[in-house]
């Protein structure tokens, strides 16, 4: 016998048909011989519906009152589903969030929750009854106690939340898909559907914009450790397991607020290779690349900058018994990327940098608080500490620093974050984690075919980021940390960042251009709040662009295989796809193109790394 938590999505209720369809499948789960917690979204359009409703009333409707307007339509289905199973002869009784004990934050349309009060839920269970809640929603811990709403994927974060706090043996989402496919099937139909993922690797996929998890739930899966599976709603098939490694010991208080980084990491075995100034067109990165794995180079971050003019910067790290190797295949490929008309120009100038250290910090946590990296920024410039290059990822953000800086960078994030840190023994130590994992995993679940061995599992696109360009930053300690820590104060979460590697020396002042990319609806508010205090802090122009995509391919598996990103940058070539940035953490690589060509490098993508299987999804309307 078992304790599940199963969750069903907007569509998956969508009907009374489809409510009684799954009121069948939920007594046949209870029959059994399983104990059975339900958590529920509104029904088909229904949120939609009730934003619209209210943006007829007000152009800027009050936070608080939107809560208690959208978290109507989830009250609705968890009566309709629990009049169903009692028509079935199933005890059942539908709870919202507040009566089934969600307590979160007071803030409105985006609350996470602290903690779970849960001897009335257990009673009910312990009566035999499925208790279907409501998920997206839960009651302030203020006096006042405030209906809130946990914001976007709201019912998927409730339902792993409660699957925490009862200790179930797994969580089952259940939706239109038949569970976690390679790409989104409705721009590659011939997507294929994987067996399992580590929660790493979803954390990152959800992420970039599959929309099948949202990154909170996952987040909380792999920091309580809780079994996840996504199924179909339409079949019996076994769907896509989401692995996690055996986590630290956690609190259930403050459940989604509590310590973002659960490590310090740092890795002196460090060179930077950078070619200066190389032309902005397709097949650049490619080239270089593609000559870097015929050498058999393992890189480990790499960056392509904003371009200046018609060039671009790119910069790699390698560890440094490689270096030579490395610096010998930079300096061969160089002159090709040359302009032919003027092969002794300063183009693709390489610079190589010994004496450096990559410093990290670590955790699941991390996921859409602005703060997180701010803070890591602020730190190290308290600390006196510049940094060279930055590397973010949904679960790591890695600064590069000068190697004599690096016992003053870990023990001040050490102190800062309150965890202990650990040295990062090899480029490896995340994909060796999440390899742990799968096997564990495969030894409990010895029946489920094995995960995904590709070194790519997935190929994600997002087509809601703008890029923010700020123009000549002093290269100072301390720089990073004033413009993100503005961006942290206004809730606005940054993804990719890259600093220029060219430093050009403006009235005796070294400075840099750094940019970094935002969600679209943040970037005219990001950019007007970076120009108010540009000539303060002195900066040059702070330049929006809307008009991108990013494409990424995500894996465990691409560690130590050099051809995986010149496939990815091959692929893009091929097409005449120009790649605007580049940016990578270790198990991610991720492209910034032009908006118009997304979809298109999606594809192209998809199909370099044959990630596609034999059989079409039909997603249903």
Not at 112 to 123: A, F, S, V, W
Not at 342 to 356: F, L, R
Not at 501 to 521: E, H, S, Y
Not at 546 to 557: D, L, P, R, T, Y
């Amino acid at each position: 016998m078992a304790l599940i938590v199963q969750k069903f999505g907007g569509t998956s209720v969508g009907s009374v048909e489809r409510i009684q369809a799954v009121a069948q499948r939920v007594c046949k789960t209870v029959q059994a011989g399983n104990s059975l917690v339900v958590v529920v979204s509104a029904m088909g359009k229904t949120t939609d519906g009730l934003v619209k409703l209210a943006s007829q009333i007000s152009q800027n409707p009050n936070r608080r009152e939107m809560d208690m307007l959208l978290s109507t339509g989830e009250q609705v289905t968890i009566a309709l589903l629990s009049m169903a199973l009692q028509e079935l002869g199933q005890p059942a009784i539908s709870m919202t969030g507040a009566q089934v004990g969600i307590v979160t934050e007071a803030e409105h349309t985006r609350a996470r929750i602290l903690h779970i009060e849960t001897d009335r839920l257990l009673r009910h269970i312990n009566q035999g009854k499925v208790v279907v809640v409501a998920g997206f929603q839960g009651i302030s811990s203020t006096g006042e106690l405030e209906i809130t709403t946990l914001g976007r994927g709201g019912s998927d974060t409730s339902a792993v939340a409660l699957a925490a706090a009862i200790q179930a043996d797994f969580c089952e989402i259940y939706t239109d898909v038949p569970g976690i496919l390679t790409t989104d099937p409705r721009l590659v139909p011939e997507a294929q559907l994987m067996d399992a993922i580590t929660c790493n690797e979803m954390l990152e996929l959800a992420s970039l914009g599959a929309k099948v998890l949202h990154p909170r739930s996952v987040e909380i899966a792999r920091n309580y450790g809780v079994p996840l599976v996504v199924r179909s709603s339409w079949t019996e098939d076994p769907g896509t397991w989401v692995t996690s490694r055996k986590p630290q010991e956690r609190s259930l208080v403050n459940l989604e607020i509590a310590r973002p980084v659960d490590a310090v990491e740092f890795d002196t075995n460090q060179a930077k290779v950078a070619l200066l100034r190389v032309p902005d067109k397709p097949g650049v990165a490619a080239k270089l690349f593609g000559e870097i794995a015929r050498q058999n180079v393992d890189v480990d971050l790499i960056i392509q900058s904003i371009h200046e003019g018609n060039s671009n910067d790119i910069a790699f790290t390698v560890t440094t018994p490689i270096l030579k190797r490395a610096e010998a295949v930079a300096s061969a490929i160089a002159p090709a990327l040359r302009n032919p008309s003027n092969p002794k120009s300063d183009e693709a100038e390489v610079m190589i940098e010994q004496d450096i250290a990559k410093v990290s910090i670590s955790g699941a946590g991390m996921i859409g608080r602005p703060g997180v990296a701010a803070k890591m920024f602020a730190t190290l410039a308290a600390a006196g500490v510049n940094i060279q290059m930055i590397s973010t990822s949904e679960v790591k953000v890695s600064c590069v620093v000068d190697a004599a800086d690096c016992d003053r960078a870990v023990t001040a994030l050490s102190k800062a974050f309150e965890v202990a840190a650990g040295e990062q023994g090899s480029r490896g130590a995340e994909a060796q984690r999440s390899r742990g994992a799968e096997q564990i995993f495969n030894t409990q679940h010895s029946a489920l075919s094995t995960p995904h061995s590709r070194p790519v599992c997935g190929v994600a696109l997002d087509m809601n980021q703008a890029r923010l360009a700020i123009r000549q930053v002093p290269d100072k300690a301390g720089m990073a940390a004033k413009l993100f820590g503005i961006l942290a104060q206004h809730n606005i979460s940054v993804d990719m960042i890259i600093q220029s590697q060219r430093c050009r020396l403006i009235n005796g002042v070294p400075k840099r251009d750094i940019a970094f990319t935002v969600p679209r609806m943040d970037g005219e508010t990001a950019q007007k709040l970076l120009t108010q205090v540009a000539a303060e802090l002195g900066w040059g122009e702070v330049v929006l662009d809307s008009a991108i995509a990013k494409v990424s391919i995500v894996g465990a598996g691409m560690v130590g295989q050099p051809g995986i990103a010149s496939k990815m940058f091959e692929a893009l070539a091929q097409h005449q796809i120009n790649i605007q940035m580049i940016a990578t953490s270790e198990i991610k690589i991720s492209c910034v193109v032009a908006q118009e060509q997304g979809v298109k490098a999606l594809q192209v993508i998809h199909a370099a790394f044959d990630l596609a299987g034999s059989e079409k999804f039909v997603v249903p309307a």
